[in-house]
C-alpha cells in the first residue's frame, strides 16, 4: 500500500512539474538510469546521450527544450539539463 501511495505521489509530481513547464517531458531520471547503466556493464561513463545511442541503450537522443541541452555528469553519472550558453557570433 505505500509503495503504491508513492508510486501514485511521485506520478501527480511528474505531471504537476510537466504542466506547470518546470521539467523537460523528457524523464531525467530514466535517462540517469541507463547512462549508470550503461557505466557499469562498458565500465566508463558516456560521453553524451549520443553515445548512448551508438550503443543501443536508447533509440535517439530526445528533444531537448529550448535553449538548453542534455549534459551527462562525469562524477555523479546523472543526466541533466543545462542552458546552452553558445555564444553567438556578432555580425
Do not use: C, W
Not at 12 to 25: D, K, Q
Not at 45 to 58: I, R, S, T
Not at 66 to 73: E, I, P, Q, S
Not at 81 to 89: M, R, V
Amino acid at each position: 500500500m505505500k509503495r503504491r501511495l508513492l508510486f501514485l505521489r511521485q506520478m501527480l509530481a511528474r505531471i504537476l512539474h510537466t504542466i506547470r513547464g518546470e521539467e523537460s517531458a523528457v524523464d531525467l531520471e530514466h535517462l540517469t538510469r541507463l547512462a549508470r547503466r550503461f557505466s557499469v556493464e562498458q565500465q566508463q561513463v558516456p560521453k553524451d546521450l549520443n553515445e548512448l545511442v551508438a550503443h543501443k541503450y536508447l533509440a535517439a537522443v530526445p528533444p531537448a527544450p529550448a535553449r538548453r541541452r542534455f549534459v551527462v555528469d562525469r562524477k555523479t553519472v546523472e543526466v541533466r539539463l543545462e542552458s546552452d550558453a553558445t555564444p553567438q557570433s556578432l555580425p
